[in-house]
């Protein structure tokens, strides 16, 4: 349980600086927008997103979030990751750019994993010592 708890504290918050972090503090930078135009997004697009980035990363990062928003927030962040494969591959071709998605979306599905076997190891009840019956012979 311990190599699981730091297996997703390690990815998840790989992440959340790639892409909630780094995006809430890059978002209104002009190559952050010559980006969103080059793939051939609206500018509204690139404030939404970011947005929506930063919501998922904090579902993702905070413990006390329940289960179902973190999953809700693991396929957004699936979706977006898969999206920008694409759409790097449609507008500019098979190149090394569509690598830096693939790798979050791997270490999105570690995380993800991880986080489910932690979830069923708190769900799952802890057995009692058994202590002897008095009753039955030995």
Known sequence: MRRNKIIYWIFTG????????????????????????????????????????????IVLILPMVPR????????????NF??????TWVVGGFSPNIVLPLVLLAMLVISYVSYNKLAQSKSKPQALPQEPNQYLPA
């Open 82 to 87: 898969i999206s920008a494969t694409v759409a």
């Open 14 to 57: 790989i992440i959340f600086a790639f892409d909630s972090l780094i995006p809430a503090l890059t978002s209104n930078t002009q190559l952050a927008i010559d980006g969103i135009r080059r793939l051939g997004f609206p500018d509204y697009f690139r404030v939404e997103l970011t947005v929506f980035k930063v919501l998922g990363g």
């Open 68 to 79: 179902r928003y973190k999953e809700w927030a693991y396929a957004g962040f699936g979706i």
